[in-house]
């Protein structure tokens, strides 16, 4: 059965196109998806992402079994309200899902614990996963259904977000630095959990707020003048920006190394920094490492009118691969996609072409994000 967020009427009123995503009925734009590009790049926009699984981690052991679960390291975070993106990764070294890990705010001796945020598609393999590796560990694992998120995002995001939080909390919360958070009131005294993440390239805030005063903040939102946007322009600012979608851009099958993720590895030592810090997967990335990985991910942008679409062919000196996530950026006026091929000389990339109903049309393989703070990265 599609399962619906908090927040459904309130899309539904403001004219929403609804579709289904992964199990559930969400936006896909609120009339035009390239405007709400354009207003999530040049001002400001919000997204309902409650459909995204929160779940709380308890235990004395919390930050070991983060050592074990997680790729990154999670010893990077030391102050609480911290963020930290990273894989979750099988024993083979494919990606589980993609995540962000949060240390919460605890007070003084008061035990540390942590909030994780992952995809709605994979709710039900992360849980079972998660729930699995923490039992060693004596962790109590605490999905948060009675939450609800709602991401403000944009060059203007976080002023106009800050006029719905108290007073109190304001100068606080607004000097939040990215991938940190912090806990705040709203002007009516809803409790929030406040991050400055995104998925978008654009400033703003990844708002967690109780599911029963959701759309009191969403209401609030439109009133500071923060407009709706859809799933649509969330997938093409997501892309612009470089960011990877997990089921599209990555999976089980795929390493961190096969996914331009490296820089989400960390092959640390352990908390004695005496032996090497075993998380799952970490002997299959050492092989990889070594070996170097047989596949390798790339951007490219196609300068002749047309789409770059999933699944088509992608022509290389190296041998065929094949486009992952493509699409028609609004900001740059051109197709822009990740594409996966095999591994070699970067120096052949200027030969590379798309099979397009047959027709091979050159594209030029580029450095990524294909945009940065709303503007086009040099030689986009």
């Known amino acids: 059965m599609t399962q619906k967020t908090i927040l459904n009427d309130a899309h539904r009123a403001l004219g929403a196109k609804m579709v289904d995503f992964g199990g559930w009925d969400m936006p896909l734009n609120y009339g035009s998806q390239i405007e709400e590009h354009h207003q999530v790049r040049r001002d400001a926009g919000m997204f309902d992402v409650s459909h995204m699984t929160v779940v709380d981690l308890h235990g004395a052991q919390v930050r070991a079994f983060l050592r074990r679960l997680v790729a990154n390291s999670v010893d990077k975070l030391q102050k609480p309200g911290k963020a930290l993106y990273t894989c979750m990764l099988n024993a083979q070294g494919g990606v589980i899902d993609d995540l962000i890990v ?91 959990f406040v991050a400055r993440t995104g998925y978008t390239g654009e400033d703003g805030f990844e708002v967690i707020v109780p599911e029963d005063q959701a759309v009191a903040l969403w209401d609030a939102l439109l009133a500071a003048g923060v407009k709706p946007a859809g799933l649509g322009a969330r997938d093409t600012l997501r892309l612009e920006a470089g960011m990877n979608l ?96 095999p591994a070699g000389n970067a120096a052949t990339d200027g030969a590379v072409r798309v099979d397009i109903r047959g027709r091979e049309v050159p594209v030029r393989v580029v450095r990524f994000p294909f945009v940065r703070d709303g503007k086009p990265q040099d030689g986009i």
């Open 102 to 192: 949060y240390l919460m705010p605890h007070e003084g001796g008061a035990e540390e614990w942590f909030r994780i945020v992952v995809n709605a598609a994979t709710r039900d393999k992360d849980l079972a996963w998660i729930t699995a590796q923490a039992a060693a560990f004596d962790i109590k694992v605490g999905e948060r259904p009675d939450l609800a998120m709602i991401a403000v995002q944009g060059p203007n995001a976080r002023d106009k977000a800050l006029g719905v939080i108290a007073e109190g909390d304001r100068a606080r919360i607004g000097k939040l630095g990215k991938f940190a958070a912090g806990e705040a009131k709203t002007t009516s005294g809803t409790p929030l």
């Open 246 to 341: 997990y089921g599209q851009d990555m999976d089980e099958t795929v390493s961190p190394y096969e996914a331009a993720l490296a820089w989400t590895v960390a092959l640390d030592a352990d908390a004695d920094h005496e032996e090497p810090r075993d998380f799952i997967g970490r002997g299959a990335l050492e092989q990889q490492q070594a070996a170097g990985a047989p596949r390798r991910m790339i951007a490219l942008v196609m300068d002749e009118k047309g789409v770059l679409r999933h699944g088509q062919k992608v022509i290389t000196a190296n041998g065929d691969g094949e486009i992952l996530s493509g699409t028609f950026s609004p900001t740059l006026g051109k197709a822009i996609a990740f594409a996966r091929v």
